[in-house]
């Protein structure tokens, strides 16, 4: 995509262009843990316990490095936008040394302290060897992880989201190539079970970061690193960690959240926490879309602000407000028509679950229009570089709305499980009218990061009137 498009062209198909490949790379990331799932499923329960126990330690500390990926993104958005290339390649270089410092960092403790998670988890003693293996692996390959995921923030901040996708669609193809050779052995190559999903996993990330490297470093793709561009800044190590390390807490706490209600609802019984985990999964497959959508805003916003064109800045947040809405009001809509069909694809023998699911699916998919319009108006707070707003919206939404709602409504009133069902739209949608009122208040056209002059800030809503509110080029 050539940069005048982000710049200058029509709006609509500038979103579509850059959010559609971003919900397919999503979709492909999510492919790893699917393709590791079906191999290691046929280990029986224990190997899937295994798995299962690790994910929330690993999930917790990939949120991290996802919080210090968005801040290089937003950096490189504005520089790119505002035409500083050479500030481009220095804010990747610096983002990606900062990244891969964290995450060595990481892999050590974590290496190191496994054996007290697990103990802490209280993971059984026919779980415990293939989870520590699991686990100890998957600490070794933060590094390859963060690191690309930094890779993939670069591109998506210099408009360049396809290539990508081609790397990540053929890491899970090789993945599921070598998952069945490490899990059960070949030839030469030794049975490790649930260890060997892991081994496979760190190949293939390893694999994508050398392909992703030589890409920065021939610098025929917007971004062109040298060995200079390493040198230390530790100014600009300090501005972007200031700025990532609240969406690091946003995202941990997002995580968090999600297993305090699991507490909740574990009180219910099986079945109610079997209807939970299969609408869950339906959730999270609405949330690709809306992520997609919110980190193509935060690109095309933060490279015309970077640029000094704020009306055209405010008319993607307007446009991205109302696609995401729209889009995400549409698929609840399909749920709620199709709710027992859609249940029933995780948990087809077992009517309960069906039933419950339906029920828990019906209440919250309403409000996923509202959970769409806040996704979309936080990447646009993102691309101005405020990521405390959406740490503490996230915070307020989940720790003083979600869960103590959820926990009155279900231990003190007549609805009992309902009543944790009834907060989650609740908390979506009165989050969604505060970030809803945050936005239109405009505190955010006064903020940028490349200290470059904005075009008379103080016109634009003028200039958007007198342009007849046409969002769409």
Known sequence: MKRNELLEGPIFSSLLKLAVPIMIANLLQAAYQLVDAFWVGRLGGDAVAAVSVSTPVIFLTIALGT?????????????????QQEMVNHVAAQTLLMVVTVSIFLSIIGYFLSPYFLQVLKVTPQVYVNALGFMRVAFVGLVFSF??????????????????????????ILNFALDPLFIYGWNFIPAMGVKGAALATLSTQSLAIIIGFGILFRGKHGIHLQLKDFKPDYKHIKKAFKIGFPSSIEQSMRAIGL???????????????????AGSNLIQLIMIPALGLSMAIATLVGQNIGAGNMVRATKIAKLG????????????????????????????????????????????????G???????LLGVFRAVGNTTLPMILTLVSQWV??????YILSHNTSLGKIGIWYAFPVSTTLTALVTLIIYA?????????????????????????SEGFDVTK
């Open 67 to 83: 919080g210090l990926a968005i801040a290089g993104s937003i950096l490189i958005a504005q520089y790119f936008g505002a035409g």
């Open 147 to 172: 690191s690309f995921m930094i890779f993939q923030s670069v591109m998506r901040g210099v408009g360049r989201v396809t290539l990508p996708v081609y790397i990540v669609l053929g890491t899970v």
């Open 259 to 277: 297993t305090a209600i699991t507490f909740l609802i574990v009180h219910f019984g099986t079945t109610t926490t079997a209807s939970y985990g």
């Open 321 to 368: 407000g109302f696609l995401g809405f729209g889009l995400l009001t549409f698929i609840g809509l399909i749920a709620f028509a199709f709710a027992p069909h859609l249940i029933a694809f995780f948990v087809p023998n077992d009517p309960e679950v069906i039933t419950g699911g339906t029920e828990f699916l019906r209440i919250t998919c309403l409000s996923w």
């Open 370 to 376: 509202f959970l769409g319009l806040q996704m979309c």
């Open 401 to 406: 709305l979600q869960f103590p709602l959820a």
């Open 441 to 465: 208040k405009g505190d955010w056209k006064k903020e940028r990061l490349t200290g470059k002059t904005n075009k008379l800030i103080d016109k634009v809503e003028t200039e958007i009137v």
